[in-house]
Structures are given as structure tokens and as C-alpha cells.
T-cell receptor, first 115, second 112 residues
Framework: AQSVTQPDIHITVSEGASLELRCNYS??????LFWYVQSPGQGLQLLLK??????LVQGIKGFEAEFKRSQSSFNLRKPSVHWSDAAEYFC?????????????FGKGTKLSVKP | DGGITQSPKYLFRKEGQNVTLSCEQN?????MYWYRQDPGQGLRLIYY???????QKGDIAEGYSVSREKKESFPLTVTSAQKNPTAFYLC???????????FGPGTRLTVT
């Protein structure tokens, strides 16, 4: 069965520092991969997605992610974090087979930003 | 503007009462989804519908029911059989496979 693991529950970085949020997935074929961001009490907003092609994907708000098949990873990165990036981040993998279109979500990583 | 609306934002009910959460989209998406979110649990799929008049159970459907009579609407009823209904509920829609999902702002349900 497909699954997504986000190893870090909570990360704190200083404003201006670089950021990397980890995501590992379990899936037999080429997955569809997504990163979402959620501010407290709000819905989720799509940051970026990977379906095929170039393994380095650019998203909104200056985020990027790299698909590494050999490591089953899809880590999210940002070169310089802003205070407004404080939120919870979810990695997701797209399901195949009978439930096509469904997403399997990781449990999220909460990002805090120090001034 | 196209999007997904959920109402109300906050909902309070007494134990033993059924309650219906509204979800409407004007994105012309075929598929719609309901998730439950609890702290530290991520998102768990309750029900999904890939086409009008059809829906399937997700991972945690017990104690919930849905209908999909119109493409734009996918209401979720939390029944009195749901043992722990207090949670944040998110509705989403997508165009199809492998399309990304678009989320509404959520409804926080508190049952006392």
C-alpha cells in the first residue's frame, strides 16, 4: 500500500536561513507527488507537484522540491525562509488503481520561524 | 472567483445530534472529497465521489454519510454513531487523475 512519511514533526529555523523538509514515500511505480501548506485554522494550499519529467520542481512562494527515485524522497526546500512561511506542511502521494485521484497524506511538519 | 466554500466555519452540537457540513464548489470539478484532520494525524479520508450520484467510503467512513446529487455539492453528515466527532473537517475537489486537489477553508466541529 502507498504511504508517506514525514520524519520531522516540528522544525524551527531562523528567518533568512535555508529550509529542507523531508518526505519519503512508498510506492511501486512512478508516483504523483505533492506538497501542500496549511496556515492555522485554514485549508490546504498547493505549493508544487511532480507528475513526470524534470525531477526538480519549482513551486509558489519560492519553494522547490526534488524527486529522487533512488531514495524514494521528495524533499521540499527554500533558500531563505521568511516569517510568513511559518505553517504546517504536508507531503502527499497520488493513489493509483481503483481509487485514482485520491491522495495519501503524510502527518505533516510544523515549521516555526525565529526572528 | 472559482473555489470551494465550506459552511459554517465553526459548528457546535450536543452529543447525540446529527449535523450536516456543507461543501460547494464552482470549479466544475468531477471529484470531491471529505477529510478529517486531528492534531498530529494528518488528513484522513472519510468519503470521496468521482462522479455525481456515486461515492465511496474512505479510510474512516464509520459514523459519517454523504450524498452527491449535484456536481457542485457534496454535503457530509456526522451522525450520532460517530464516537469522536470533534475535529476539523476539510472538503476538496479535483478535476481527475492525477490532478491536484483544491481545498476549502474547513469547518471546525465541536460536539459536547
Amino acid at each position: 500500500a502507498q504511504s508517506v512519511t514525514q520524519p520531522d514533526i516540528h522544525i524551527t529555523v531562523s528567518e533568512g536561513a535555508s529550509l529542507e523538509l523531508r518526505c519519503n514515500y512508498s510506492y511501486g511505480a512512478t508516483p504523483y507527488l505533492f506538497w501542500y501548506v496549511q496556515s492555522p485554522g485554514q485549508g490546504l494550499q498547493l505549493l508544487l507537484k511532480y507528475f513526470s519529467g524534470d525531477t526538480l520542481v519549482q513551486g509558489i512562494k519560492g519553494f522547490e522540491a526534488e524527486f529522487k527515485r533512488s531514495q524514494s524522497s521528495f524533499n521540499l526546500r527554500k533558500p531563505s525562509v521568511h516569517w510568513s512561511d511559518a505553517a504546517e506542511y504536508f507531503c502527499a502521494v497520488g493513489a493509483h488503481g481503483g481509487s485514482q485521484g485520491n491522495l495519501i497524506f503524510g502527518k505533516g511538519t510544523k515549521l516555526s520561524v525565529k526572528p | 472567483d472559482g473555489g470551494i466554500t465550506q459552511s459554517p466555519k465553526y459548528l457546535f452540537r450536543k452529543e447525540g445530534q446529527n449535523v450536516t457540513l456543507s461543501c460547494e464548489q464552482n470549479l466544475n470539478h468531477d471529484a470531491m472529497y471529505w477529510y478529517r484532520q486531528d492534531p498530529g494525524q494528518g488528513l484522513r479520508l472519510i468519503y470521496y465521489s468521482q462522479i455525481v450520484n456515486d461515492f465511496q467510503k474512505g479510510d474512516i467512513a464509520e459514523g459519517y454519510s454523504v450524498s452527491r446529487e449535484k456536481k457542485e455539492s457534496f454535503p457530509l453528515t456526522v451522525t450520532s454513531a460517530q464516537k469522536n466527532p470533534t475535529a476539523f473537517y476539510l472538503c476538496a475537489s479535483s478535476m481527475g487523475t492525477p490532478g491536484e486537489q483544491y481545498f476549502g477553508p474547513g469547518t471546525r466541529l465541536t460536539v459536547t
